[in-house]
Structure formats: structure tokens, C-alpha cells
């Protein structure tokens, strides 16, 4: 059971990214999913997560109207559309299965990726 994120890159402030989250040996749609991201010498910080049990995709306050998840189970992935980048937002993004946003309620995640925003 592992998620990868693909995706990342190097964006301009006010720039926008879409990361891919694809998962291995398991199918998403049965399980919560969603997003956290880890800047060097900073705390993890949950971004997203799709609540399965409530129906609901909740996101941080930092992110709030500028990033958007999207599910396409036929694909078995989840996306993270990003956009409005800041130089704050910098940090690698990892998908996992989520319990909610907060920093710790997060598992099963694999290899991030890097998002860059320059200003």
C-alpha cells in the first residue's frame, strides 16, 4: 500500500501546478486521501483531505480557495490543482491516507514531490 506524487516543478509567484497522486495495490476510492507538505525546517503541515466517511474535502486555511482536489477513480488517482502559488508554498508534497488535516493524521504516504515558487 503506497501513494506517489508526481508533478511538482518550479513556478512563478501567481504561477499554478497540478500534482498527481497515484496509488499501488489499492484502490483510492475506498480510502480517505489527501495531501500534506513538509518545507525544510519547517513542521509538517496537512494541506487537504478527502474525507470518505463525510463526503467532504477539507483544506488548511493557507490554501484555502487556491488549491482544489479532484478524484479520477478510473485512473485510481487524485489530483491537487494548485494555483495563486506563493513563495510560501514551497515544500515537497506528499499524498497519503488521511484523518483529517492535522499534521499527524496522515499514513501510507511514499515518494513527494517538489514544488517550487519563486518570487
Known amino acids: 500500500v503506497q501513494l506517489q506524487a508526481s508533478g511538482g516543478g518550479l513556478v512563478q509567484t501567481g504561477g499554478s501546478l497540478r500534482l498527481s497522486c497515484a496509488g499501488s495495490g489499492f484502490s483510492l476510492d475506498g480510502y480517505s486521501i489527501g495531501w500534506f507538505r513538509q518545507a525544510p525546517g519547517k513542521e509538517r503541515e496537512g494541506v487537504s483531505c478527502?474525507?470518505?466517511?463525510?463526503?467532504?474535502?477539507s483544506y488548511a486555511d493557507s490554501v484555502k480557495g487556491r488549491f482544489t482536489m479532484s478524484e479520477d477513480y478510473a485512473e485510481n488517482k487524485v489530483y491537487l490543482q494548485m494555483n495563486s502559488l506563493k513563495p510560501e508554498d514551497t515544500a515537497v508534497y506528499y499524498c497519503?491516507?488521511?484523518?483529517?488535516?492535522?499534521?499527524?493524521?496522515?499514513?501510507?504516504w511514499g515518494q513527494g514531490t517538489q514544488v517550487t515558487v519563486s518570487s
Open positions: 497519503a491516507r488521511c484523518g483529517g488535516l492535522g499534521a499527524h493524521n496522515y499514513a501510507y
Open positions: 478527502i474525507s470518505r466517511s463525510e463526503g467532504v474535502t
